[in-house]
């Protein structure tokens, strides 16, 4: 093979292959079906045609018939009134008439049985565009759905790739970054503007110690503590601090103070502080 035909061969399958990528299967599908069309459109045009000619055909020959019968009536006219060689006339042209009357019909059958084999073909050529009108729409139903399968494929071998689920990592550490930068600044302003100790406070307020004593509560309900000592304060023995003041020494002995307690206030004067009463009953 020479290099021309071989550089033929080359350009050749380069354009069958351009030529192969360029074709829309939902364009060509319509391109035929409009073709189609336009071959039904002619094919009902020669049809009416074959059907006007059979139409035709078939009116001469009635025609033909009629002038026959015509002149066979003319020949009996010429018969009864004894003219035999006006009636031999009538007689040849009725005879021409039935000649050309035969001829029509067999015309006129011969077209009325092509007009019913045109009129079939024409109804099966009918039967096949509306069956591929059917074909198209199926086809390119496939076709968008094939696209689409395509579509999702090429969409799934790009997420196979772990380039965009690092974006989303690196994307999720910026953001906390964000946020941690963010809590930072909030609590720096709070510290300038002195609201870190009311913060604090507040805090305490709304939910400290709720889950020791709930778990105090709990112990409690099991047993697991025991009942809390009541703290007495120690009482004075009969006879002792005899000085005291009754008012004075009842309020603190029931204020809870200790044994030292009593003693060094015992020592201290605490007239002062009696009654009024209790002084004039001195």
């Known amino acids: ?56 055909l078939q009116k001469q020959y009635t025609a033909e018939q009629e002038k026959a019968k015509e002149w066979e009536r003319k020949a009996m006219v010429a018969v009864r009134a004894g003219d035999d060689g006006l009636a031999r006339q009538a007689l040849v042209r009725k005879q021409e008439h039935e000649n050309i009357h035969e001829q029509f019909q067999q015309q006129w059958v011969a077209q009325k049985q092509a007009v ?33 399968q395509q579509q999702i494929a090429n969409t799934m071998q790009g997420l196979g790739d772990t380039s965009a689920f690092d974006t989303f990592d690196r994307m999720a550490d910026r953001i906390a970054l964000m946020e941690a930068e963010a809590e930072a600044g909030a609590e720096l302003a709070g510290e300038l503007s002195g609201d870190t100790l009311e913060g604090k406070f507040l805090a305490l307020e709304a939910g400290g110690g709720t889950e020791d004593e709930a778990l105090q509560e709990l112990k409690a309900k099991m047993g697991m503590l025991e009942a809390p000592k009541s703290a007495t304060a120690p009482q004075l023995k009969a006879g002792e601090g005899k000085d005291e003041t009754p008012g004075v020494s009842e309020t603190l002995s029931a204020s809870g103070l200790t044994a030292e307690d009593l003693k060094e206030l015992q020592d201290l004067d605490l007239s002062e502080f009696e009654p009024k009463d209790a002084k004039a009953a001195k």
């Open 1 to 56: 093979m020479g290099i021309f035909s071989r550089l033929g061969t080359l350009i050749k399958s380069n354009i069958n292959d351009l030529i192969t990528k360029a074709e829309d299967p939902e364009k060509m599908l319509t391109q035929v079906l409009l073709e189609m069309q336009q071959q039904l459109a002619e094919a009902k045009k020669a049809v009416a045609i074959a059907i006007a000619d059979e139409k035709k």
């Open 116 to 148: 019913e084999k045109l009129k079939d073909a024409l109804r099966l050529l009918n039967n096949k565009i509306e069956e591929a009108k059917r074909k198209k729409n199926i086809l390119i139903a496939r076709k968008k759905r094939a696209e689409a």
